[in-house]
């Protein structure tokens, strides 16, 4: 089981989680897969969204099956330009899978819900927005956070009004003039 609790000036959130690490065999789709189809097209996998690019899935009828009692439809692989069947190659691979499962929540020892541990968990953002979140400017050099960059604090114009700072975006260079109250401290307030 895996525990992890935030200690909150409220009280103390702890979020607990059993899961199972499933081991066996399980076919995969192949990376050095590769063929040519009798109308001369390759075929490959390739990374991406898109595994096989040059292949589209085509989807049987539905039909009913009465040893699970559900229905089930199949699919496969054509060529998109000539439209014979493919199967791709597989390898299996034998890699222990962690599986998750529920995730249980508890406020100060208490059980409590997913939707109560929402809202603490989001109040506890709301707090630290407010506490992060610059009220004056900061000085030249400073590093701060813009969204989910770091930037580095620039001198400000003169005619610029002091609601707006100016940031220098590191890798890039770039300068921009943001509001002041779009910028965050670098860290958790007192921890830097």
């Known amino acids: ?12 959130l702890t979020f607990e989680q059993d899961g199972e690490w499933i081991h066996g065999s399980r076919h995969v789709p192949d990376p050095d897969w590769r063929t040519t189809d009798s109308h001369g097209h390759t075929h490959r996998y390739t990374d991406g969204p898109d595994s096989y690019p040059t292949l589209t899935t085509v989807w049987g009828e539905p039909y009913w099956c009465g040893d699970c009692r559900d229905e089930h439809q199949d699919s496969w692989y054509e060529c998109r330009q000539c439209g ?3 199967t791709p190659g597989t390898r299996v691979d034998s890699t222990p899978t962690y599986i998750a499962g529920p995730v249980h929540y508890y406020w100060n020892g208490d059980p409590i819900s997913t939707e109560k541990a929402s809202e603490i968990i989001t109040e506890m953002q709301r707090l630290h927005d407010e506490a992060t979140r610059l009220k004056t400017r900061p000085e030249v050099g400073a590093q701060v956070r813009l969204y989910d960059t770091t930037v580095t604090v620039v001198p400000t114009e003169d005619h610029v009004p002091d609601t707006h700072v100016t940031v220098m975006h590191h890798g890039t260079g770039a300068l921009e003039t943001v509001a002041l109250d779009a910028l965050r401290t670098k860290g958790l307030p007192g921890l830097g």
């Open 1 to 12: 089981m895996t525990t992890h609790t935030l200690n909150l000036a409220e009280g103390e």
């Open 84 to 86: 014979e069947k493919i």
